[in-house]
């Protein structure tokens, strides 16, 4: 389908091309992947979640004139308006077909007769030309093919009719087996069709390699870094933009980053909800035609013009839906917490020798590796970080808890719970820990025993903590606020993936929340499970009273 396209649709300037020729993806690789999705015969459903200047409109334009040649049937384009559906005809769809040689044979002969504002009469096919806003217009016809265009601009009366996909998927019926859905859109919020439709397929997100190391990570903004300065202006802040690899660390300038895209690839993150569903999210970032410099500088414009402006950056060039937030700990100069002690070592508190305290791991459970943090505690709840990292393995968090001297690890349950409770009954000392919205009559946590074996025949018992989790990330929070000794050590804020990742979360309708379903947070997790540690003994809030639940639990049991 590639080569096809790159021999036979022209795309002219007339159409708004910034380089007219032949279509060549080679120029945005990363649409080759999806482009071959929308007509191909085993995917049916296909949403691209994009930011802007990445040549999707392009792309959905290829794909249109080559269902038209190779798979005739009727089709339909859905736009936000009726005007903005017979302008892609005119200035899009008509004059590909016109431009192209090889598509010579799909013009009609009758042109003022077949091809209308409203509908084409091409051999073979009949496409039908849509705006959302009378939604009856819609479900009045069945085609094979519907392709769906910004769909976050849908009017607020075509949302009311129900879900906007589930009414067009309706009209699709007749063509069961054979049909194909195609949904393109910047987002806007997380309710929004777009996002809601991406999260139901299968996540695929554009991962670059870095040639230094071999690293692998999704193409996303947050890992361009640059030199904030209130002194300096927008342009003077992008000037010094760079693209960090998150293992070694190497920089790359707008020039290596279009190079790392060339050798990019789709990775998925889930199981979509039915078969043949892939759901697609690029940032503008994997653009040629975006610089970091330009990035940079955009985003600094729009975070210094206030939240309207930076609701259209987070919208149109991360492709990120907007979430309003009550309080957020993102921009914390978290060096102020940094205090005069090593990593490893003990922070400075001369009333309380170390003796007197107790170290706590906060474990966040990821599919192939651990999040750790390791804090000391002293009574009152001052604190201070002694280590942060990785680790592969519960054996590895074991020899971990050893050389920091940890008291208790407290580790995520709600992911591999059954992983969980074999490391604590293999290991000694890990605590299973199941975050929950909110807990009966106000409580902070309780306990659940369960009943384990231990050896061959010897029977035990393990204790699970269930706990409310913004209420212990509320202990976090006002740490990171400064509001209590809450400490780094020296050098922690180098560490950008830390820093970023411990501040990342809001306060939404007054639950803390990751902002974005996709935005790392692990290490404001294993911040949150530490902090239990102290919660649960005693350190943080002496006079809490235990509220255990004598009903055991299956050790394969996701609460």
């Known amino acids: 389908m590639v080569q096809w396209a790159r021999e036979c649709v022209y795309i002219s300037a007339a159409q708004g091309s910034a380089r007219p020729g032949y279509y060549d993806v080679s120029v945005t690789p990363y649409m080759a992947e999806p482009l071959r999705a929308m007509v191909d015969d085993e995917t049916r459903r296909v949403v691209l979640v994009t930011g802007a200047q990445v040549g999707k409109t392009e ?61 084409l009469r091409i051999p073979g ?197 907007w979430y309003e937030a009550d309080e957020t700990l993102q921009g914390k100069r978290l060096s102020d917490l940094e205090a005069d002690y090593e990593e490893g070592g003990h922070f400075p508190l001369a009333d309380v020798p170390p003796d007197a305290r107790a170290r706590f791991a906060g474990v966040d459970v990821q599919k192939d590796h651990l999040v750790v943090v390791v804090r000391e505690f002293a009574p009152g709840g001052a604190s201070g970080l002694v280590w942060h990292g990785r680790v592969n393995t519960f054996a590895a968090l074991d020899k971990a808890m050893s050389e920091h001297r940890v008291d208790m690890a407290f580790v995520d349950a709600q992911f591999r719970t059954s992983e969980v409770v074999a490391a604590a009954v293999t290991f000694g000392g890990i605590v299973p820990s199941h975050g929950m919205p909110s807990l009966s009559d106000g409580a902070l946590w309780y306990y659940k025993n369960q009943t384990v074996t231990l050896g061959r025949s010897a029977q035990g018992e393990i204790s699970h903590i269930y706990y409310d989790q913004s209420a212990v990330f509320d202990f976090v929070a006002r740490g990171l606020n400064g509001e209590m000794a809450w400490y780094l050590h020296r050098g922690a804020t180098e560490d950008l993936e830390y820093t970023g990742q411990v501040t990342a979360k809001v306060r939404v309708a007054g639950r803390w929340t990751a902002p974005t379903k996709r935005t790392d947070d692990h290490y404001a997790d294993a911040e949150k499970l530490a902090m239990l540690g102290a919660i649960v003994q005693g350190l943080m809030v002496p006079d809490l009273a235990i509220q255990p639940a004598p009903d055991a639990i299956r050790p394969d049991e996701k609460k």
């Open 59 to 119: 792309a959905e334009k290829v794909a249109t004139v080559y269902t038209l040649r190779h798979k005739p049937g009727p089709l339909m384009l859905v736009l936000p308006a009726q005007d903005d559906a017979e302008d892609f005809a005119a200035t899009r769809l008509k004059p590909t077909l016109e431009d192209s040689p090889a598509c010579a044979d799909l013009i009609p002969s009758d042109r003022k007769r077949n091809f209308g504002k409203r509908l």
């Open 125 to 321: 096919s009949l496409v039908y030309l849509r705006g959302a806003g009378t939604p009856g217009k819609l479900a009045s016809v069945p085609v094979r093919t519907m392709i769906l265009d910004e769909t976050d601009k849908y009017p607020p009366t075509f949302v009311r009719e129900g879900s906007p996909v589930a009414l067009i998927e309706q009209r699709m019926k007749t063509y069961q087996g054979t049909e194909k859905l195609v949904a393109t859109s910047t987002p806007t919020t997380e309710d929004g069709v777009i996002w809601q439709q991406f999260l139901l397929g299968d996540r695929r997100e554009f991962w670059i390699d870095c040639p230094h190391c071999g690293g692998s990570q999704p193409l996303t903004f947050k890992d361009v870094r640059f030199a904030d300065d209130p002194a300096k202006s927008p342009a003077q802040i992008g000037a010094t933009a760079r693209l960090v690899c998150r293992v070694c660390k190497a920089e790359y300038d707008t020039v290596g980053k279009n190079a790392l895209v060339k050798g990019g690839r789709w990775e998925s993150s889930c199981a979509p909800s039915r078969s043949g569903f892939r759901s697609y999210h690029i940032q503008s970032i994997a653009s040629p035609w975006v610089t970091l410099e330009k990035l940079v500088e955009d985003f600094i414009s729009a975070k210094r013009a206030g939240p309207a402006q930076l609701r259209v950056f987070v919208n149109s060039e991360l492709a990120e839906p």
